[in-house]
């Protein structure tokens, strides 16, 4: 009893940054109304982006400009915080048809994030370049063959999201690609001026929009598709809304999307009055992003939440994210809709539509040219139209903001392994993920004993991480599983003997790579 009273005051004293609020039950557990089902497409891209278009201009015109840097690689790093839409910008860059004229032999697209080891990058840049994978350890034979892939060719190579600092790693990794022909070029783009400087590149400094841009990106949001305009008073609340989005772009199309379901302007009002736009410094997450998910339906809450258990640029499949939500019970049977699928689809459908997912470019950034985009686009149309599964399916991704507030909202119960999160696992643990190669700089696993309630336990394969081997981690998974009785959710590649005691168990993935 005195367990259960301190975690309620826990929870009480939380209630204000989960978006609890006091009423009472209603019976209806598939919370708010859901909204109507998105039209699906094969490739979706952002085609308007306000208030960049200087931005781009000179990253177009670095690019394709003659002049070259004769004793040193080519480098532009885009520099800014989070949410201003560096990533955004690069995209428009790389695939803008004026790309053309730079006659660039390779294009190639990396995301790194926090996670750079000089053989991981090497190899996924290799990757990038030749569309097929590398398997090797050895640092000296991926460097002989990506310096045998640029030699004498004229790159693009974007580095999407670089965070480390130390120069001596990145000198590593930039040996083979001096190797290119002159006019090659590096596009960066990264939170950390030092960065920057270690890369020994030029720097182009992202700001915050301007005013009458800010409410470009807020008022297209925050229209529905039947109105022209807002109307007085609902301007006037919106209008100060945005002051308080500081001119990130992220934050005023997630607000945006919360507000354009929401027609009173009272409600208008609540948002702007909330006490979440001052929170305290220690709380490193956007407030508009926060005050977002408050005010979301209990349902969407859950699955958004889950979603902290992905890595940062983690391209999901929506089929397979409503299976795991499926075997969570996060999906309820309303009046409207009896199927769950269908359920699970809605669901998804209304986080995209609120800006918590965004669609995956990485289609649009292994293509080389327009060409190549409208015949991927064709051949998916015609494999459609015969009722055979596309080759162009679409994935999904979270920008690393909201990865973080995922992670804020559910710090108790989600845990994804990563070094840098501490040396145990916590016991209120319910749902845990790893990447195989975060398992080496980690030697705390034996503490997820303690997890006893454990519900989920995900094997992550990111489309940036390479190089563990999975027979290290055999011994200590058939130590660890005969403690989880209450298993629903089990996705793990190359494990498939361990799980008879798993009553409960609703997913399994066992397959091999």
Known sequence: MKELLEKLEYL???????????????????GSKVSQKLPSSSLVVESVIYGRDADREKISNWLTSETDNHNHL?????????GLGKTTLTQHVYNDPKMEEAKFDIKAWVCLSDHFDVL???????????KSKDDSGDLEMVHGRLKEKISGRKFL???????????????????????GAPGSRILVTTRIEKVASNMRSEVHHLKQLEEDECWKVFEKQALKDDDLRLNGEKM??????VEKCKGLPLALKTIGSLLRTKSSSSYWKS????????LPKEVEIIPALLLSYQHLPSHLKRCFAYCALFPKDYEFDKKELILLWMAEGFLHHSKQIKNVQEIGEQ????????????????????????????????????RRSFSLESSFEMRFVMHDLLNDLAKYVCADFCFRLKFDKGSCIPNTTRHFSFSLDDVQYFDGLGSLTDAERLRSFHSITNNCSYGFDPCQFTILVHELFSKFKFLRVLSLNGYSDFVRSMILLVILNISIR
Do not use: H
Request: proline residues 1%.
């Open 12 to 30: 009480a004293k939380q209630k204000g940054a989960l978006g609890l609020r006091e009423g009472t039950y209603s019976g209806d557990r598939s």
């Open 74 to 82: 080519s480098i532009l790093s885009i520099v800014g915080m989070g």
């Open 120 to 130: 991981t990058v090497t190899k996924a840049i290799l990757e990038a370049i030749t």
């Open 157 to 179: 190579l974007v580095l999407d999201d670089v965070w480390n600092e130390r120069q001596e790693e990145w000198e590593a990794v930039r040996t083979p690609l001096s190797y």
């Open 236 to 241: 006037e609340i919106g209008r100060r809304i």
């Open 271 to 278: 948002v702007l009055e909330s006490d979440i736009w001052d």
């Open 347 to 382: 669901y998804f459908d209304d986080l995209l539509t609120r800006s918590f997912f965004l669609q995956s470019s990485l289609q649009m950034r292994q293509t080389k040219n327009v060409q190549e985009i409208g015949e991927q686009c064709f051949d998916d149309l015609l």
